[in-house]
């Protein structure tokens, strides 16, 4: 019979979604702990009990507890959960690592960052994976808007492990519930890349919007955007039927289309004239879109991958293309037949 005793976790960075993931597994009656960077955001977050900087209107469960202090988080934390910006991964990983030594009592390190680090263009769980060798490292990724899942409204994700098994399958059923479920999947780097890339197509899907190109368009170009992403993936060694999931095909429809989706809306804007560099200076919360769309075109170029979408997104975003001549650019490509074969045939 699987054990079913409430598991110690502890979720690092409380920005919105790190306090959406610690809320969720508070209510589901696990041990729970929260580790904010600042002090002083630990201070007011236990003081208002709510996050009003990242999180604001969700109450915090009386049983979570919040702390600045990342050794006493770790001490006797058997699942860890990361969720900062992919820029600050190796960062709090580095922390962790001096922190604890070793992996203490740590089972599991799942990363809830979704993008890829630059320069070395590593995914989450390999700068993870550097940080504790031997240690088993997963990703929870899927359609899931921080606030939606604060409120308890339902959505499915998918852990994927580098090792899956009896702890990972304990973890699925410690976290699972009436609003949300999990399942389990073995593709790892697909389960990364997905995550990854599916953040450059929602700020195209951005552009769609901020043009007013109307919805024909935007199905067009998610469309495509989802063979791209197969190509992509699979020539990166993932599995293709990964991104026909939750972690792909799922999250791609919830950003594109999403009000409230932050990559989606800095395209929006962009599209309807915005600079770049405005909307990024003095930002507080995360765009992981724009340097993922970096470090995926570095990736594509290294590797000989075609990908037309995200190489348009990345002239307009680093190379001050408009949006409109980047439309063009897509539209009037050479003719071919639909395909979903991860090499494009005429
Ligand atoms: N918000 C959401 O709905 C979801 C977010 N994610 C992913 O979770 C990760 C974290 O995103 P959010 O929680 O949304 O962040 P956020 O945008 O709500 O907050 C920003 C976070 O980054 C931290 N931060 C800012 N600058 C930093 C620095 N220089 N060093 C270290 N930390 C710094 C802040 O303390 C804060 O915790 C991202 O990879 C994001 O793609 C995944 C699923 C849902
Ligand atoms: O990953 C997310 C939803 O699954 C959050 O998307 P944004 O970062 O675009 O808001």
Redesign the pocket.
């Known amino acids: 019979m699987s054990d079913s005793r409430p598991l110690h976790f502890t979720v690092i960075?409380?920005?919105?979604?790190?306090t959406a993931v610690a809320v969720h597994l508070a209510r589901r009656g696990q041990r729970a702990m929260l580790v904010t960077?600042?002090p002083e955001h630990a201070v007011t977050m236990q003081l208002a009990r709510e996050n009003r900087d990242?999180l604001p209107g969700v109450k915090l469960p009386e049983t979570l507890s919040v702390t600045s202090d990342l050794r006493a988080a770790l001490l006797e934390a058997e699942v860890a959960l990361i969720?900062?910006?992919?820029?600050?991964l190796r960062?709090?990983c580095s922390r962790m690592q001096a922190e604890l030594g070793g992996a203490g009592q740590l089972q599991l390190f799942i990363s809830?960052?979704?993008?890829l680090e630059l320069g070395t263009l590593l995914r989450p769980s390999e700068v993870m994976a550097q940080a504790f060798p031997g240690l088993n490292v997963a990703t929870l990724t899927g359609p899931?808007?921080?606030s939606e899942v604060a409120q308890g409204l339902p959505a499915a994700v998918v852990l994927a492990a580098a090792r899956p098994g009896e702890f990972v399958d304990r973890v699925q059923a410690a976290m699972s519930g009436s609003t949300l479920r999990l399942y389990t999947s073995d593709d790892l780097a697909g389960a990364e890349y997905g995550a990854s890339l599916k953040?450059i197509y929602a700020i195209s899907a951005g552009f769609c919007d901020g043009l007013k190109l109307g919805d024909n368009s935007k199905a067009s170009l998610i469309t495509r955007a989802l063979t791209e992403m197969v190509r992509v993936g699979e020539t990166l060694g993932a599995k293709r039927e990964t991104f026909y999931g939750l972690s792909g095909f799922g999250d791609l429809v919830a950003t594109c289309h999403g009000a409230w989706s932050r990559n989606r809306q800095f395209g929006e804007q962009i599209g309807a004239g915005a600079a770049v560099a405005d909307l990024l200076a003095g930002r507080?919360?995360?765009v992981?879109g724009y340097r993922t769309t970096q470090a995926l075109h570095d990736l594509c170029l290294q590797r000989g991958i075609t990908a037309p979408i995200l190489g348009e997104v990345h002239a307009i975003l680093y190379q001050g293309k408009k949006p409109m001549d980047a439309l063009m650019s897509l539209m009037t490509r050479e003719l071919k037949r639909e395909t979903h074969s991860p090499f494009p045939r005429k």
């Open positions: 960075g409380a920005g919105a979604w790190g960077r600042r990242y969720a900062s910006p992919s820029h600050a960062e709090w809830l960052v979704k993008g899931t808007n921080a953040n507080k919360t995360v992981e």
